[in-house]
C-alpha cells in the first residue's frame, strides 16, 4: 500500500502534467474525494507555490532532515483524526500546505519554520518534529509568536539576508516575512 | 512700559525657548516603530531598489522577495510607541495598521519587543487579525502580500529604540 507521502508526490505530478493511464485515473479518483487533493493540486498551481519550491529546491544548503518532518506530516494526513486536527483553520492550512507541498517534493522545511514559533494556533511541522521546537534557544533576530488570519492563507518566508550562504551550521536567519494572501475578491 | 534692552531680552529669551521646544520637537520619541510601506512588482528590466530602501538589497535574492524586481518606497512613518497603547498608521490602500507593544525584555543584554498587529480594513473582515513578533531592536520583520496597483506592498516594520 501507497504511502500519503507517494500519494502527494503523485497528485504533484498530476498538477505538473505527468501522469497519464491508471496513475492519472488514480489522482483523478482521489480528487473528486479528498478536498485536501483538491487543495494541494491548486496549490501547485499558484504560481507563487511554484516560484517558491523551485527556489527553495536550488537552495542545496537547506536540503538534510526531510523523511523525518515528511513522515509526520504525511502520517497526520492520514486518517479522520489527523485530517480535521490539519483543517483547524486556513492560516494553520496555509502554512501546512506549502509545508506539505515542500516536503513531498524533498526540501527540509527546517529553514522554513526554525523561528517560526507559533505558539496557537502552532504550525504542524513544529508540532510534531521536536528537532524544530528546540531551536527556540535562540534569541537574535525575529520570533514569530502567534499568527491568526481567518479569512486569508498565510506563508511564512524566514529571510536572512545571505541568501546562498545558509548552511547547516549558519546562524539562526534574522527576519520573517509573512505573506498574507490577498486574492481579489477576498473578503 | 518695558525699556527696550529689556525687551531685547525677553524677546531672545522667547526666541532661544522657543527655539530649544522646536529642537525637542524634532528629536524623534523613542522607542518607536517604524513602518515603511514598500511597493514590489514585476517590470521589465533588472532590479531596481529605491535608494531610500538600502538595507533591503540583501533580501532581494531570498524569497519571496525574488519574486519582484522593482521595489518603491511608498511611505514611511516613526510612530512613538509605548507599552499597552496601540499606534494606527492608515495604509496607502485604506486599510489600517494597528501596532501595539506588549512588553519589553532584557534577554543577555540586548532589548526583545513583543509586538502585536493587525490589518483592518472598514466594511470587510481584517486581512490580518493578529500577528505577534518578538524582535530585537532594529530588526525588522515584513508583512507583505497586499495588492496595489499592480504589486504588492511589503511592510517593513521595525522598533527604533
Known amino acids: ?187 | 512700559m518695558i525699556s527696550r534692552p529689556r525687551f531685547e531680552m525677553a524677546a531672545l529669551s522667547l526666541t532661544i525657548a522657543l527655539g530649544a521646544a522646536e529642537l525637542q520637537a524634532g528629536v524623534p520619541s523613542r522607542p518607536a516603530v517604524e513602518i515603511s510601506v514598500i511597493q514590489a512588482s514585476l517590470t521589465d528590466g533588472g532590479l531596481t531598489l529605491d535608494s531610500q530602501l538600502p538595507d533591503l538589497a540583501r533580501h532581494t535574492r531570498e524569497q519571496p522577495f525574488l519574486r519582484f524586481n522593482t521595489f518603491k518606497l511608498l511611505d514611511r512613518r516613526e510612530l512613538p510607541i509605548q507599552v499597552g497603547k496601540p499606534v494606527v498608521d492608515t495604509l496607502v490602500n485604506g486599510r489600517t495598521l494597528e501596532v501595539t507593544l506588549l512588553d519589553v525584555a532584557d534577554r543577555g543584554g540586548d532589548k526583545r519587543f513583543h509586538l502585536r498587529a493587525g490589518i483592518d480594513e472598514p466594511g470587510k473582515q481584517a486581512l490580518l487579525k493578529l500577528l505577534e513578533v518578538t524582535a530585537g531592536a532594529n530588526d525588522p520583520f515584513f508583512v507583505a502580500g497586499q495588492a496595489f496597483r499592480g504589486g504588492t506592498l511589503f511592510l517593513e516594520i521595525v522598533v527604533r529604540p
Open chain 1, 1 to 187: 500500500m501507497k504511502t500519503e507521502r507517494d500519494d502527494a508526490l503523485e497528485l504533484m505530478a498530476f498538477a505538473d502534467g505527468q501522469l497519464d493511464g491508471e496513475a492519472k485515473e488514480r489522482a483523478q479518483r482521489r480528487l473528486e474525494t479528498d478536498p485536501l487533493a483538491r487543495e494541494l493540486v491548486a496549490q501547485m498551481h499558484d504560481v507563487r507555490v511554484k516560484a517558491w519550491l523551485e527556489d527553495a529546491a536550488d537552495e542545496q544548503a537547506l536540503r538534510g532532515g526531510a523523511d523525518h518532518i515528511a513522515d509526520a506530516v504525511f502520517v497526520r494526513l492520514g486518517g479522520a483524526a489527523g485530517r480535521s486536527a490539519f483543517f483547524v483553520g486556513r492560516v494553520r492550512r496555509g502554512v501546512a500546505l506549502v509545508a506539505a507541498l515542500a516536503l513531498a517534493a524533498g526540501i527540509p522545511l527546517v529553514g522554513f519554520v526554525r523561528r517560526a514559533f507559533l505558539r496557537a494556533p502552532a504550525p504542524v511541522a513544529a508540532q510534531l518534529d521536536p528537532r524544530v521546537t528546540s531551536l527556540r534557544s535562540s534569541s537574535a533576530g525575529v520570533e514569530l509568536d502567534e499568527i491568526d488570519s481567518p479569512s486569508h492563507d498565510v506563508s511564512v518566508f524566514e529571510i536572512s539576508g545571505a541568501a546562498g550562504e545558509l548552511a547547516a551550521n549558519a546562524p539562526p536567519p534574522s527576519s520573517v516575512v509573512i505573506w498574507i494572501d490577498d486574492k481579489p475578491g477576498a473578503p
